[in-house]
């Protein structure tokens, strides 16, 4: 779910600071985790003190980590061009059948 809305976002986006915005995505999932489970009263008190900390970090790495190869392995056609003329794949499909 990570790797998509990583690949969306850099579509939209671009690919430049493709790790900055994948670590973004990493922290916004990480409190939207940690703040839906808090609502729902699914807070479970860690023993380790550095739980959370770590926690944050693994979702930053894998945020970065995604954005990383999906900048890199993903097909130019899906990314902006900025000032070359070649075709763009579109998200959703504009033409009638």
Not at 48 to 66: C, E, Q, R, T, V
Not at 82 to 95: A, D, Q
Request: charge should be positive; hydrophobic fraction near 45%.
């Amino acid at each position: 779910m990570t790797g998509i809305v990583v690949s969306y976002l850099l579509s939209a986006t671009g690919r430049d600071k493709a790790i900055i915005k994948g670590m973004g995505i990493g922290a916004i999932l990480w409190i939207f985790i940690n703040g839906l489970g808090t609502h729902l009263g699914l807070k479970i008190k860690s023993r380790k003190p550095m739980s959370p900390i770590f926690s944050f970090l693994d979702h930053i790495i894998f945020g970065s980590l995604a954005a990383f190869l999906v900048s890199k392995l993903g097909d130019d056609r899906l990314f902006p061009n900025k000032g070359k003329s070649s075709e763009k794949i579109p998200l959703v499909n504009t033409e009638e059948n």
